[in-house]
């Protein structure tokens, strides 16, 4: 499984981006794909997961009303709309795909892409 991730960069405060997450090759793996972000010097963080063939989504306190996780099906696509972005969403944000017994921790994901980096400036 390779997951190529795409669409961060540079936002003032209370901007928007869209993060977006291409999977290919093997499916097996794939009950759920999520996003986590990893800021300098702090632990992975979970944002948000949706669980791919039903669609049930979740999301990380602190993002929800901001944040929306979706998913393309027939393109094996997630995407990660980021609302109403803060200095402290400034993270490396990486897509996996996994999942299986528990879509909010980094532990039950098998796959992980590259990340992409978002900087918000206040």
């Known amino acids: 499984v390779q997951l190529q991730a795409s669409g961060g960069g540079l936002v003032q405060a209370g901007g928007s981006l869209r993060l977006s997450c291409a999977a290919s090759?093997?499916?097996?793996?794939?009950?759920?794909m999520a996003w986590f972000r990893q800021a300098p010097g702090k632990e992975r963080e979970f944002v948000a997961a949706?669980?791919?063939?039903?669609?049930?989504?979740l999301y990380a306190d602190s993002m929800k009303g901001r944040f929306i996780i979706s998913r393309d099906y027939a393109n094996n696509t997630v995407y990660l709309q980021m609302n109403s972005l803060k200095p402290e969403d400034t993270a490396v944000y990486l897509c996996?795909?996994?999942?299986?017994?528990?879509?909010?921790?980094?532990?039950?994901?098998?796959?992980w892409g590259q990340g992409t980096q978002v900087t918000v400036s206040s």
């Open positions: 090759g093997r499916t097996v793996s794939r009950y759920a």
């Open positions: 949706i669980v791919w063939r039903g669609g049930t989504t």
């Open positions: 996996a795909t996994g999942g299986l017994g528990g879509i909010s921790r980094s532990q039950k994901y098998d796959y």
